[in-house]
C-alpha cells in the first residue's frame, strides 16, 4: 500500500528500475550523446525530427537518478538544462560526451571534473581504473558520502566546498557528497548509489520523496510508513539510521542534531558510529568518515603476508620453493616464475611468526582476519577454511554430532554431508526434496515434511536425540528457502535444534537486501531480536491461548503456522560459504560462519578439536590473503558487485524472452516452473515478463513471504525443444564450438550463474551465441529429410514429455536401523559404509542382464553396499544401507548421462550379500528381515 497523498501534493515521479538503475543510467547517457550527433547532422540537413522531445525526456529520466549521485551535481544538471533551454546544442553534446566518458571511464572517481568552466573546450579527460595505478602510483580510492538534510541549493554548495577544503594529502581516501532532503530519498539513494559508503543524518527533514519506489513499500510498512510519516522532523533521524541498517549494513552511519548530544549518545543504538552537535566543525566529522573507511579497507592477514615478503631472510625450515629460489635458480623451471612472478614465491613460506599467524591456532592478523569477516557477514564468529566447503561441512558436522545422534538431512545434499554423517557416526533421516521430473531435478525439502518428521520423533520419545537439520540453500538450482520461516516453525517443536545451513552457492546474498533476508546469518540475527522483545512475547501468548488443547494434534501442528517459546527458544545456526564459487577468493578458499547462543559452553572445544582434525598443518598462505581481500571487497562494493550481477542475469532472462528467435528453441526457467503453486503463496509465476518487464517489484514480494523462491542469478536455459540433451549442448556446442564454460547440466537443461565478475560483454557474447545455434538449427531443420524430420521429433519428444521420474529415498534395510522394529526412519550409514570395507560381505548384480531384477523378483531386499552419484544430478541415489527399489532401477536405466560415481556397468551395482545383512542383525530381528513382506 502506498503512503497517503494530500489532494494538492504533486505528482510523484516513479522510479521502477531499481534492478538496472546502473545500466540504465549509463546507457541514457550514451542515448543522449548520440541523440544529440544526430541532431547536429540533420540540423545542417532536414531538421530535428522530434529529437529534441526525445532529448528532453531521457534528460529528464537522468535527472531523477542523478539526484543521487555526487557526478554529475546538481550544478551541473542545471547547467545542461541552461543550454538545452537556450538550444545551444552543440555546447550540450561536449557537455554530455564529457559526463558520458567521465562515467564510462570511472575517471570522475580520480580527478574533479568541473563542467561549469572552459565550456568552450572539449577536453579528453584520462581513464585510468577506480583506485587503480598510474604512472606507477595507487590512486587513493573514492567513495560519495550521503548527508541528509533539507537544505538549499546553496547550502549544498557551501556544505561540499566545505568539506573538500578540509582534505589532506596524507588521506587515504578522497570522497564527494550527495544531500538528499527526506527519509524517503535517503533510502532510494542507498538503493540506487553503490558509491555511497557512509551516511551523516541531520536534523529536521521531512518524511516523503517526490519520487516513488516501489521496492521500499514493504520496508516503509514494517517501520509503520504513516506513524513515522506524521513524527516530528527531528525524530526521524535513528529510525531512518535503523532503517538504512537494514539495507545496507555495511554503512558507516553518523547522526548530527541540535538537540541535547549527551542524552542521544547514552541511548545510541550499535547501528550508529556516532552522534555529533551542530555547532562542531567539520574536522572531526571528516576525520571520523576516514577512520569507518579505514576500518573495513584494512586487511590483517593480507597486509602481514605483504609486509612479511618484503623482510630479507634466511630460510632453513621446510618449502624450498618459499623466496622463489628453488625456481629462479633452475634452468628448467624459470617459465614458472615469468608466468606467476616473484610476489607469490616471496610470499610462500611455512612461518607463522615474523608477523605471520597460525590458522589452527590464530592470535594475530589471521584472527583479526576471521573477526572481520564475521563482521561482514553478519556472523558471530567466522573461521577460514583451505580446503573447500567439502572440509567446512565436515568439520561443522564433527563438532556438533556425537555418534548415535539423528540428524535430519536433505537427501540431495553435497555428497560431503553423506560422507560427514558416516565419519561423525550420526543416525540419518534423509529428507526427500520435492521432484522437478519434467526437468530431472529435485527442488527443496517442503517444511511440511521437516515437521513431520519431528512431530514423529518427538511422538516416538526420541525427540531428544535429534541434534541438527541441515539443509542446502540455496541449491545448485537455485532454489532458496524461507530460512525464517523453517527455523521459527522447527524451533517450536525442538527448541534448541541446531540448523546447519549449506550455502556453498549462496556467500554473495548477504550484501544486497533482498537476498540477504534469507541468508542464514540475517535470519538468526533477526530471530534473537524478535524473541527478546516484549511485542513477540505477547504474539506468543495469544498464540498459545489460540491453539489450546490442540498442543498435541499433529494434524493441528502441521497445517498452523507455529511459533517457539521465548523462554526456551535457542538460536543456533551455522552456514557454510564456498567463498570461491561466488566471491573474491582463490579456489578452494571458504569460511564457516558461526550465530550459536551456546558456542561458548557446549561447542567450543569440539569445535576446536574438529578443526584441528580436518585441517592442514600448512595451510595455503595465498589463499587465507584471498579471503582477507575478498572480505574487505564485499565490505567496501559487494553492495555494487551484486546489484551488477543481478542485473546481467536480469537482462540475460530479458533478452531471451523477448527474442523471437530464441524463444523458439530456448526459456529461462522461472518460478512456476521450479517451485510448485502450494509453496508460492504470493502467487507470483514469474519475476519478469515482456508487458511489465521488472517493474511490478514481482521478486520483492516472493522474497517476502513463499515457500521458495528462485534465484534469478542462477539461470536454468531448457533446451529440450532443440532436440539436444543437456550434456550435449554442454560439451558440442557450447564448449567445443564457442568456449563459453557451465558447470551442470539435466536431460533437457543448462545451468548458466552470472557471479561478480560477469561483464556486459561475456553477457552479450552468451547472447551472440544461442543466437547463432538456433539459427543453426533452423537451417537444419530447413534441410532435413522428411526421415531426419521424424528423428528430431522422436527427440524432442524424448525430451521434452518422456522424463524418468525421480525416486524419493527408499529406506534403510533393518541391519542398519538402531531400531529395526522403531517407526522412526534412520539408519547407521557408518555401519552400512564401512561394512563395505569387507569385500567378502559384498557383491555385484548386473542391471543390464537382469539379475538384479532375478533377486528382488524372489523376494529378495537388494541393498546397496555404496554411493551411487550420477552426474548429473549430482547427488546420491542410492547410499550405503539403502534398499534398491524399483523406481531407483526404472531411473538409472532411463540415465543417459556418461558419469556416474560408484557404478560400474561390467560389474553391476555393489550390495551387500544375504549372509552379510543377515549376521548385521541383533539376533531378535533376523527372521525375514532380508525378505519383503509377502
Known amino acids: 500500500m502506498d503512503e497517503p497523498q494530500s489532494v494538492d501534493a504533486p505528482a510523484r515521479r516513479t522510479l521502477d528500475f531499481y534492478h538496472s538503475a546502473n545500466q540504465l543510467r549509463f546507457d541514457t547517457w550514451h542515448h543522449v550523446e548520440n541523440l544529440l550527433e544526430r541532431l547536429s547532422a540533420r540540423q545542417r540537413r532536414d531538421g530535428n525530427d522530434g529529437l529534441i522531445d526525445q532529448i ?66 572539449d577536453e579528453d579527460i584520462e581513464t585510468p581504473e577506480a583506485g587503480g595505478e ?48 527526506s527519509f524517503e530519498d535517503a533510502l532510494i539513494a542507498v538503493l540506487f548509489n553503490y558509491n555511497i559508503q557512509a551516511c551523516v543524518i541531520r536534523y529536521g527533514f521531512p518524511f516523503h520523496s517526490k519520487n516513488h519506489l516501489q521496492v521500499l513499500q514493504r520496508l516503509l510498512r514494517n517501520i509503520g510508513d504513516t506513524e513515522h510519516a506524521n513524527q516530528p522532523d527531528h525524530e526521524r533521524g535513528p529510525l531512518l539510521g535503523a532503517a538504512l541498517a537494514e539495507l545496507r549494513p555495511e554503512l558507516d552511519l553518523y547522526l548530527v542534531t541540535d538537540l541535547a548530544v549527551e542524552d542521544i549518545a547514552g541511548n545510541i543504538t550499535q547501528k550508529l558510529r556516532r552522534v555529533f552537535y551542530q555547532q562542531e566543525d567539520y574536522l572531526e566529522l571528516h576525520l571520523s568518515i576516514l577512520r569507518g573507511i579505514q576500518q573495513r579497507y584494512e586487511t590483517p592477514f593480507f597486509t602481514a603476508l605483504k609486509e612479511y615478503s ?41 612461518a607463522t611468526s615474523g608477523g605471520l599467524d597460525s590458522l589452527l ?18 556472523a558471530r564468529r567466522t573461521y577460514f577454511v583451505t580446503n573447500g566447503t567439502s572440509t567446512a561441512n565436515k568439520i561443522v558436522v564433527q563438532a556438533l554430532v556425537r555418534p548415535g545422534d539423528i540428524v535430519l538431512v536433505d537427501r540431495d545434499c553435497h555428497k560431503s554431508h553423506h560422507y560427514g554423517m558416516v565419519l561423525a557416526g550420526a543416525h540419518v533421516c534423509y529428507l526427500d526434496s520435492y521432484p522437478l521430473d519434467e526437468y530431472s531435478m529435485y527442488g527443496a525439502v517442503p517444511l511440511r515434511e521437516i515437521k513431520q518428521r519431528l512431530l514423529e520423533y518427538k511422538k516416538a520419545g526420541e525427540l531428544e536425540r535429534v541434534k541438527l537439520l541441515l539443509l542446502t540453500n540455496c541449491t545448485f538450482d537455485g532454489i532458496v528457502y524461507n530460512v525464517e520461516r523453517v527455523m ?82 535457542r538460536i ?53 590473503a584471498s579471503l582477507d581481500v575478498g572480505r574487505r571487497q564485499v565490505e567496501l562494493e559487494g553492495f555494487e558487485l551484486v546489484q551488477k550481477q543481478l542485473e546481467r542475469a536480469m537482462s540475460l532472462r530479458e533478452r531471451v524472452a523477448s527474442h523471437p528467435l530464441l524463444r523458439r528453441y530456448f526459456r529461462f526457467l522461472v518460478a ?46 531448457y533446451v529440450g525443444d532443440t532436440g539436444i540433451d543437456g550434456d550435449t549442448f554442454k560439451n558440442a556446442y557450447l564448449m567445443d564450438k564457442y568456449g563459453i564454460q557451465i558447470n551442470k547440466t539435466s536431460r533437457n537443461t543448462v545451468l548458466f550463474m552470472t557471479h561478480i565478475g560477469t561483464t556486459r560483454s561475456s553477457v552479450a557474447y552468451l547472447i551472440e551465441v544461442l543466437v547463432k545455434i538456433a539459427t543453426e538449427f533452423d537451417q537444419e531443420l530447413e534441410d532435413a529429410s522428411p526421415a531426419e524430420r521424424r528423428i528430431h521429433a522422436a527427440r524432442v519428444r524424448s525430451l521434452t514429455q518422456e522424463q524418468p521420474p525421480l525416486p524419493d529415498f527408499s529406506r534403510f534395510h533393518a541391519a542398519f536401523r538402531p531400531r529395526p522394529q522403531a517407526t522412526t526412519p534412520e539408519g547407521d550409514l557408518r555401519k552400512a559404509f564401512f ?100
Open 56 to 121: 528532453e525526456e531521457c534528460l529528464t529520466s537522468l535527472e531523477s537518478i542523478e539526484d543521487y549521485t555526487a557526478f554529475p551535481s546538481k550544478d551541473d544538471f542545471n547547467l545542461l538544462w541552461k543550454l538545452y533551454h537556450r538550444k545551444e546544442f552543440a555546447l550540450l553534446a561536449r557537455i554530455v560526451a564529457r559526463i558520458a566518458r567521465a562515467l564510462s571511464s570511472d575517471s570522475y572517481r580520480v580527478r574533479h571534473i568541473e563542467l561549469g568552466r572552459n565550456l568552450e573546450i
Open 134 to 181: 598510474r604512472d606507477g602510483v595507487l590512486h587513493r580510492p573514492y567513495f560519495e558520502l550521503l548527508i541528509v538534510d533539507d537544505i538549499s541549493d546553496e547550502e549544498i554548495r557551501a556544505l561540499r566546498d566545505g568539506l573538500r577544503a578540509i582534505r589532506r594529502p596524507e588521506d587515504r581516501f578522497v570522497y564527494d557528497v550527495v544531500v538528499v532532503p
Open 310 to 350: 618484503r623482510q630479507p631472510t634466511g630460510v632453513f625450515h621446510a618449502m624450498p620453493i618459499s623466496r622463489g629460489k628453488s625456481v629462479t635458480k633452475s634452468h628448467w623451471i624459470q617459465d614458472m616464475a615469468h608466468f606467476y612472478g616473484i610476489n607469490i614465491f616471496l610470499a610462500e613460506t611455512s
Open 361 to 378: 591456532q590464530p592470535h594475530g592478523p589471521i584472527k583479526k582476519a576471521q573477526q572481520l569477516a564475521a563482521r561482514a557477514f553478519g
Open 488 to 569: 521459527e516453525e522447527c524451533l517450536a517443536i525442538k527448541p534448541d535444534l541446531v540448523f546447519l545451513w549449506d550455502e556453498a552457492w549462496f556467500a554473495f546474498a548477504g550484501f544486497t537486501p533482498v537476498y540477504r533476508q534469507r541468508t542464514a546469518m540475517a535470519t538468526a540475527r533477526r530471530l534473537m531480536e524478535r524473541y527478546r522483545s516484549d511485542a513477540y512475547r505477547e504474539h506468543y501468548a495469544a498464540w498459545r491461548e489460540s491453539i489450546a488443547g490442540k498442543e498435541d494434534d499433529e494434524a493441528t501442528l502441521l497445517d498452523t503456522r507455529l511459533l517457539p517459546d521465548p523462554e526456551r527458544v
Open 572 to 624: 543456533r545456526a551455522y552456514a557454510t560459504h564456498s567463498t570461491h564459487k561466488s566471491l573474491t577468493s582463490l579456489r578452494q578458499g571458504s569460511m564457516i560462519h558461526v550465530h550459536d547462543q551456546d558456542f561458548r559452553h557446549r561447542v567450543e572445544e569440539p569445535f576446536d578439536e574438529a578443526y584441528m582434525t580436518h585441517t592442514s598443518t600448512s595451510p595455503n598462505y595465498q589463499i587465507l
Open 672 to 717: 512456476s516452473d521450479m517451485v510448485p503453486a502450494e509453496y508460492r503463496p504470493s502467487g507470483i509465476e514469474s519475476y519478469y515478463n515482456v508487458e511489465s518487464r521488472w517493474r511490478n517489484n514481482n521478486m520483492v514480494e516472493a522474497w517476502a513471504i513463499d515457500d521458495f523462491v528462485v534465484d534469478p542469478t542462477r539461470l536454468t536455459l
Open 835 to 934: 561394512l563395505a570395507y569387507d569385500s567378502g560381505r559384498c557383491e555385484y548384480l548386473r542391471m543390464d542382464d537382469g539379475s538384479v531384477d532375478a533377486e528382488m523378483a524372489r523376494g529378495r531386499e537388494v541393498v546397496s553396499a555404496s554411493f551411487v552419484i550420477p552426474y548429473p544430478p549430482g547427488f546420491p541415489i542410492l547410499v550405503p544401507g539403502q534398499v534398491i527399489s524399483e523406481d531407483i532401477l526404472r531411473f538409472m536405466r532411463a540415465l543417459d548421462v556418461k558419469e556416474i560415481h560408484g557404478f560400474r556397468p561390467e560389474l553391476g551395482l555393489q550390495v551387500f550379500t544375504e549372509q552379510a545383512l543377515e549376521d548385521s542383525l541383533e539376533p531378535g530381528d533376523r527372521q525375514g528381515t532380508t525378505r519383503k513382506a509377502s
